[in-house]
Each structure stands twice: as C-alpha cells, then as structure tokens.
C-alpha cells in the first residue's frame, strides 16, 4: 500500500511479521491463561484438591487453540504437546502461578501495568495464530474460504472454544455459558481475524499479509488495553451486531395481534379443559365410594331371600 511508504510503516509491518514468538511472548500468553484459569469460580480449589486436573485445564488454556485445529484437521491433538519445551514452560508458569509461595507470582503479574503489557504481548500472539491456521488450512484446502476461516478461528480462540470440556475437567458442567451461544471479546475479534486474512489468503482482499498484519495486530492491542483501562467489557463492535441483528434476524408479523389472541383463547380452553376433566375426576371418585356399599347391599338382600325360599320350601316338605 502507498499509504504504508508514506507514513514509512512498511518497514514496521515487515518486522513484526518476523518477529519471532518463543520464548517472551509465548510466556506472556501463557501466564494470562493461566491467569484467567485461576479467577474461573472453584478453580482455586479444585488445584488443592486435584493438582493433575487442574495442569490439565492450564494445557488446554493454553494449547487449546492448536489442539481443536488438529481435531479438525484430522491430525493427531497431542501434536501441540510434542514440543517439549513449549510444555515445560506452560507447565512451570503453571505451577509459579497457583502455587508459589505467598502468592508473589500471580500478585506481581495482576498488577495493572504489568498485566497490561502481558495482555498486549497476548494479543500479538493471537495475530499469529489465526495467520497460522488459515495458512496451514490453505496448504490442504486451497478453495475452501469456509474451512480457511473456521481453522483461522480455531487457531486462535480454541481454549474459549472448548471451555466446556476444559470445565469439564474441573467438574463443572455449565452449558450455557458455550461461546457460540454467548460469544466473548476474544472469540468475536478472532473471528473477525480469521475472516480477514482467509479473504486476504485467497487474494479477494487487496491488501499484504504483513500490511494486515500490523492493521490487525495495532486493533486488538490497543482495544485490548482501552477495555482494561476503563473496566470496560463492551465490544466495540456492538452497534454494528445490533444493527445487523435487527436488520436480519428479528423479524415481524402482521399477524402479532391476532397470534396474542389465538394464543389466549387456547390457554383459555386449556384452563377449561382442565377444570372439567378435574369436575368429572371428582364426581368418578365419588361414583366409586358409594358403588362398594351399593353392591354389598344388593348381595345381602339376595342372601336374605334365597333363606326365605328356603324356609318355604321346608314347610311344604313337613
């Protein structure tokens, strides 16, 4: 782009894309999940109770992304855990994190400047996770826009994505809080990630994939810590979701009113229904405790004159 040589950016977005990931901000994405691990309800006990589940659920915080992209790519998930060195230090951030001595470690990185600064080196590594995935989904689908993008999003939101089998591990089981129900900031900004650079990937977006790159990467850092700054969890995008929502998906009916009525009326003979079949349970009910005694004063009459005849008959004979 001209813009970029003008504003001598170009060089910038060059360097970025080779910027290299291991090992500083590889261990900044690695202390926040495990941060963001810690501050789930229950987490905190669940490592006292069961140190195992709980490394468990850091590995899938923090490899989840590659792992879901692996599943879906039929190639084996413990392929993010062959890297040795990768999991050793996921694994020692693991424990200086739920288990360090007077808690130093996770009280120095929740203090704001320096959270700050992890969250940003956070966001740079999602960048490169979502270029990742919609490049390695290119490298076998070259076509498919569709696989490229869902790869892309995997890549880089996977531990959201899987949160329910990670909640899994820690013994909780709450459906409703599946990311495609209710999408959280990192799940809809990676999305939108992998839209951008799959489109970009199959040339339909004019644009170099450092150029957007650095676009993409400047975005999320700075929107990151603007959220953090103010205390504010709103999407940035949430007039523009509201809009398309009401544009496409509300829908509306001529026919509201009259659905009301047709519905009240139906509740009406319902609630009718039910009072009658109550009535005619109760008058059965009745019905049938007098029907005993009605039946066993008819056999006792028929007793008494079959004695009767009897006696008549024995007269005669005498």
């Known amino acids: 782009m001209d813009l970029f040589g003008v504003l001598q950016l170009d060089e910038l977005s060059h360097g970025l894309a080779n910027l290299s990931m291991f090992p500083?901000?590889?261990?900044?994405?690695?202390?926040?999940?495990v941060m963001a691990l810690r501050e789930q309800p229950g987490a905190l006990e669940v490592s006292r109770a069961s140190p195992l589940a709980c490394w468990f659920s850091s590995m899938l915080f923090c490899f989840g992304g590659a792992v879901l992209s692996g599943i879906m790519l039929a190639e084996p998930p413990v392929a993010p855990l062959t890297n040795s060195t990768s999991v050793?230090?996921?694994s020692i951030i693991w424990y200086l994190v739920f288990y360090c001595p007077m808690d130093l470690v996770y009280c120095c990185a929740a203090l704001l400047p320096l959270r700050l600064v992890l969250s940003g080196m956070k966001e740079v590594t999602r960048t490169w996770k979502v270029v990742g995935g919609v490049t390695q989904a290119h490298s076998k689908y070259k076509d498919s826009l569709l696989v490229m993008i869902a790869i892309g999003w995997a890549r880089g939101a996977g531990g959201g994505l899987i949160s329910n089998f990670e909640q899994l591990v820690r013994g909780v089981w709450k459906p409703e809080t599946n990311e495609l129900l209710r999408m959280s900031y990192p799940t809809k900004i990676t999305l939108i990630g992998a839209v951008l650079f799959a489109l970009q990937q199959t040339h339909y977006l004019p644009l170099q994939k450092h150029h957007l790159m650095l676009i993409y990467t400047v975005f999320t850092v700075v929107n990151k810590s603007r959220m953090?700054?103010?205390?504010?969890?709103?999407?940035?995008?949430a007039a523009v979701e509201s809009a398309?929502?009401?544009?496409?998906f509300t829908g509306s009916s001529p026919y509201d009113v009259l659905t009301g009525e047709v519905k009240k009326a139906c509740i009406d003979?319902?609630?009718?229904?039910?009072?009658?079949?109550?009535?005619?349970?109760?008058?059965?009910?009745?019905?049938?405790?007098v029907s005993p005694v009605k039946g066993q004063s008819g056999s006792l009459k028929a007793k008494?004159?079959?004695?009767n005849a009897e006696a008549t008959s024995c007269k005669k004979t005498d």
């Open 304 to 307: 008494e004159e079959s004695e």
């Open 228 to 237: 953090m700054l103010t205390g504010s969890s709103a999407s940035p995008f």
């Open 244 to 248: 398309i929502y009401k544009t496409l």
């Open 269 to 289: 003979n319902g609630t009718s229904g039910t009072t009658t079949s109550t009535s005619a349970t109760k008058e059965s009910s009745e019905n049938g405790a």
């Open 88 to 90: 050793l230090l996921a």
């Open 24 to 33: 500083y901000f590889d261990m900044a994405h690695y202390i926040v999940s």
